[in-house]
């Protein structure tokens, strides 16, 4: 059973970078996709990113095209959202969790981790 725990989080600029992992419990943590994403006050779970298994494929929700980078290090059981050019709309908390394929549906997700809160002050 893979279980998954966001860190990384914190309270940053407008236009300040972080670093969130996802760290992985379990033997399988390849066989499996990872997405982020992202839960802001009064809003819907918004998709951020995904990359499968490999890491040959990511894919990106259209707000944060350009300024975050999603990868993985399948030796460390471990994906990384690198969160660049931060803005006040990306303060939400972020979530990881697992799929069969890089998929932007939250609906194809489950095991999801408790979150880390990224707060983006203006």
């Known amino acids: 059973q893979v279980q998954l725990v966001e860190s990384g989080g914190g309270l940053v600029q407008a236009g300040g970078s972080l670093r969130l992992s996802c760290a992985a419990s379990?033997?399988?943590?390849?066989?499996?996709?990872i997405g982020w994403f992202r839960r802001a006050p009064g809003k819907e779970r918004e998709f951020v990113a995904t990359?499968?298994?490999?890491?040959?494929?990511?894919y990106y929700g259209d707000s944060v095209k350009g300024r975050f980078t999603i990868s993985r290090d399948n030796a460390k059981n471990t994906v990384y959202l690198q969160m660049n050019s931060l803005k006040s709309e990306d303060t939400a908390v972020y979530y990881c969790?697992?799929?069969?394929?890089?998929?932007?549906?939250?609906?194809?997700?489950w095991g999801w981790g408790q979150g880390t809160q990224v707060t983006v002050s203006s």
């Open positions: 969790a697992r799929s069969l394929g890089p998929a932007s549906r939250d609906t194809e997700y």
């Open positions: 990359i499968d298994r490999s890491g040959a494929l990511k």
């Open positions: 379990g033997r399988t943590f390849s066989n499996y996709a």
